[in-house]
Nanobody, 126 residues
């Protein structure tokens, strides 16, 4: 069983930075592809960023490209989401997700991921 725990969500003002963390249990974290998604109440969960197992390939939703950076530390079983220049429209619950199956390079769909965290709230005020 793989467990994911997000942290770092907060209430911040527009323009500032925030870093989310996601700790992952499991002996083979370095084999997992990881992703961040977000969801606003009443809307579908949307893809934010993804990273391959080695960390060499990162990819982003157009809405966050150039502002957000996904990274991972395989020694610490942790994936991060650095969010800069936050906007009010970034307000959402942020979830990290793990894909333990092989394949799925560039996965952006919820169904492509196997395990999910409980989410952390990010609220950006104007």
């Amino acid at each position: 069983q793989v467990q994911l725990v997000e942290s770092g969500g907060d209430l911040v003002q527009a323009g500032v930075s925030l870093r989310l963390s996601c700790g992952v249990s499991g002996r083979t974290f370095s084999d997992y592809r990881m992703g961040w998604f977000r969801q606003v109440a009443g809307k579908e969960r949307e893809f934010v960023a993804g990273i391959t197992a080695s960390g060499t390939i990162r990819y982003y939703a157009d809405s966050v490209k150039g502002r957000f950076t996904i990274s991972r530390d395989n020694a610490k079983n942790t994936v991060y989401l650095q969010m800069n220049s936050l906007k009010t429209e970034d307000t959402a619950v942020y979830y990290c997700a793990a894909r333990v199956r092989t394949g799925g390079l560039g996965s952006r769909n919820q169904a492509d991921f196997d395990y999910w965290g409980q989410g952390t709230q990010v609220t950006v005020s104007s």
